[in-house]
Every structure is written in structure tokens, then in C-alpha cells.
């Protein structure tokens, strides 16, 4: 049962918000980062970072970064000890980037994490803060249809992965992309496709016949054993790929965008936008010499529609696991998909985004062995699917400051023979500076 204190302070918070944000005005033109932003849909707002510059004899110093400080309290399970008792605050990013642009086809781009969390078990909840790098990558552009970037970059493949933390429409991704973390309810590795380290092709925004469409793809050969990996666990690489078709209308443009292949921000969508990803990656896991082959198959697809500050996404993933060093395991199968729906209320001199999420992940689905499958299997499938709705409130900017303030409660539903109480309520305050 959902506690009494929970919906309280859900709707107190909200006036909260309203009330701070009824007086500020719009803010006022910013540069846009990535180069790929195009103008906005709706009010002005800051969707990724304040950019400073600095130019030296021909190169073009720009840094930014964002801080994003979270509240989440989830719901005390009764039969479980671990989820629901490290409720308060948590430091989600603490982020900074140096682009280093060399004329104009040549760029690089570091940037570091100083909130990167690393768990002191699997299970467990609590765990230290390091500083890591997210983004490592040289970028050179011959031209605007062919780009090559070397480094550590994010993969292209699942359009709710690629998004920036410090993008997200709600303070989490969906269920199916992140799982279900320890504390929060019965753990499961959700499907994120993070960063890797190795070399993508890619293109910017290719326009179409009248310049109203476009598309653009990526295709990355990384190490495929994630992000901040001195080696390859495996001598075979993973291949990522991405292509996506993008429908611009009269009035709005995509601006040329050096660099691989990332989601776009809020304010520089298309009204319609199409993408389909996939992926291969044989990994090892393990120790030596006792390592484990594994092989990843894996495919995504989502669609958005955005115009009159209405915003539609909606997608699907799925990853099938095979095991061919324990050939009598059988298969993995995880399918998610997700779909959300956010308006930007007008008139208001800033953005205020009700929105809705529902999202669902079945970690375990049969889908490939059809009618064969075991009844027993069937009920084990069943019983670990996960269905998530979840409901919030965005505003930005808040008194002409490059400040974003979110608010959501989501209800967790697991089927009937796992259920517990594990409902949440989140807070987030991000800056951008």
C-alpha cells in the first residue's frame, strides 16, 4: 500500500514548485551544445549546458558541466530488508567537459564524472563516489555524411540510453533500461548500453530532397565491456549501429553537429522523428583462466513526435543472451519497452512539463522458443515482469536561472506472486553552468 505521507508531500511539492516559478521570466537566448541544437519548439529554455569559450591561435576552448542533486524516499517492503532504508539525498552528476575544436573539422572532448558510484556489493544499496571519464574522443569530419571518432563515446543503439543525465524528461530512465536498483525493490540488470571505447563511423543530419527530412546513423566498434576498461575482456569487438529519419517541417532546421552519434535535446527535435538500433557483442566474464563466453544479439526501435510543446516518445529494446561456454543454460531473453507523453504548458513566461511515463521489462521472456516453451518456464517468465507508471513535473528555467527542478512519483507493479511495496517518490535540482 502506498503510504499517507507520500501522496501529501507529492502534492505539496508540486504548489511548491508552481508557486517559485510563477514569477520568472523567460530566459533569455543561449549558446547552443552540442551544434546540433536547433531553435527551440516552445519557450527558450537551457536543455544542455552554459558553454564558455576561450580562442587560442586557432583552437576553440569551450567547457560546461552540470551538478544534478537528487531526493528519493521508496517505500519500506515489509518482508525485505535492504529496500526502502537509505531514503534522502543523492548525488546524481557532478559533471564537466572541455571541447577543444580545431577549425572546422576537427574536434575533442573530454569530460569527467565526479559522482560515479561503485556499489560495495551487487545488492547492496550503499556504495562510494569516484571521479571517471564519460566522454574521450577525437572527432574528425571530412565531410558532413562521413565522421570518424576514436575514443570512449556513447553507443549507439537505444534512444532512452544515449540521452544525457542531465536531459532525461524524468529524474530516472525507464525500468527497462535501468532495471531495478538495489534498495528499490528486487534487483534486475536492466538493458542500459552505456559507453564503450573503440571507433565509430558516423554521419550528421543528411538532408532530404526539399531539406524538411533528414537522416543520420552511427555504427561503433568498441571493446564492448563498457566504459573505463584499460583493455577488452575478449579479442572480439562489439559492433553498436544506429540510423535514424527525422521529419523537420518549414520552420525548423538541424543545425550541423561534429561528434558521435548522441540523442538530441529537448529543444533541437524534429516533429517526428524515426530510429532503429542494434547490436553484437561476445564477452567474457569471469577471471582468468576460469573466463565464461557470453554473446549479446540485441535490437531497439522507438519513434517521437514533438510540435505545440506536445512531446510522444515511445520505444522498444530487446537483448537475447546466449551462453556458449555453458551450452545446456539456456538463453536469456529481456524485452522492454516504454512510452511517455509530456506538454509544455504555455503563456506561463517559463516551462512548466506535466508528463507520463509507463514502462515495462521482462527480464526472462521466451519469445524465440514459441509454443515449445515448458509451462513452468512460462509462470517463471511471467513472474518476473515489471510494469512501472509514473507521473511528474518539470520546470525550468526558475527565476531566469539556468536551474531545472523535477518531481515524480512512480508506482512499481510486479506481478502478483513477487509484489511488494516499493513505490517512489524523487526530487531532483539540476544546474547547468
Known sequence: MITRRLPSLFALSGAAIALLCSTAPA???????????????????????????????????DWDGYTRVVYRHVQQAKDLQLVGRTNGFELGDARIGVDARFGETLVARLSIEAASEE???????????????RDAYVTWAPAHALQVSAGQMISPFSIDAMRSSGQLPFVRRSVSTEGVQPGEGLVAQGMLVDRNLGVALHS????????????????????????????????????????????????????????????????AKPIFNLGLGGLWNKR?????????????????????????????EAGGQYIKTTYSSLPSQVPQERLGWWAHVLYTIPGLGFDLVPGYRIASYAPRAHLMEGKDIASAAKAYDESLALLYHTIGVMARPLHGLPVELKLNYTIASENKE????????????????
Do not use: C
Not at 567474457?284 to 510540435?307: H, K, Q, Y
Not at 513477487?418 to 553552468?433: K, P, S, T
Open 418 to 433: 513477487r509484489a511488494i511495496d516499493n513505490n517512489r517518490l524523487e526530487a531532483e535540482a539540476l544546474v547547468r553552468f
Open 27 to 61: 530566459f533569455g537566448d543561449e549558446p547552443a551544445h552540442p551544434p546540433g541544437d536547433a531553435t527551440p519548439t516552445t519557450a527558450r529554455t537551457i536543455e544542455h549546458t552554459h558553454e564558455h569559450g576561450q580562442s587560442i591561435a586557432g583552437l576553440q576552448l
Open 119 to 133: 556499489r560495495r556489493g551487487q545488492n547492496l544499496p550503499s556504495g562510494r563516489l569516484f571521479a571517471r571519464a
Open 204 to 267: 550528421g543530419d543528411i538532408l532530404l530532397g526539399t531539406g524538411k527530412s533528414s537522416v543520420r546513423w552511427g555504427v561503433l566498434f568498441g571493446n564492448g565491456n563498457g566504459q573505463n576498461e584499460s583493455l577488452n575482456d575478449n579479442n572480439a569487438l562489439g559492433v553498436f549501429g544506429r540510423v535514424e529519419y527525422s521529419h523537420w517541417g518549414a520552420h525548423r532546421k538541424p543545425e550541423p553537429y561534429i561528434g558521435p552519434m548522441r540523442a538530441r535535446s529537448a529543444r
Open 284 to 312: 567474457s566474464v569471469g577471471d582468468l583462466p576460469d573466463l565464461l563466453s557470453e554473446t549479446d544479439i540485441g535490437a531497439a526501435a522507438d519513434l517521437g513526435f514533438n510540435a505545440k510543446g506536445i512531446d510522444v
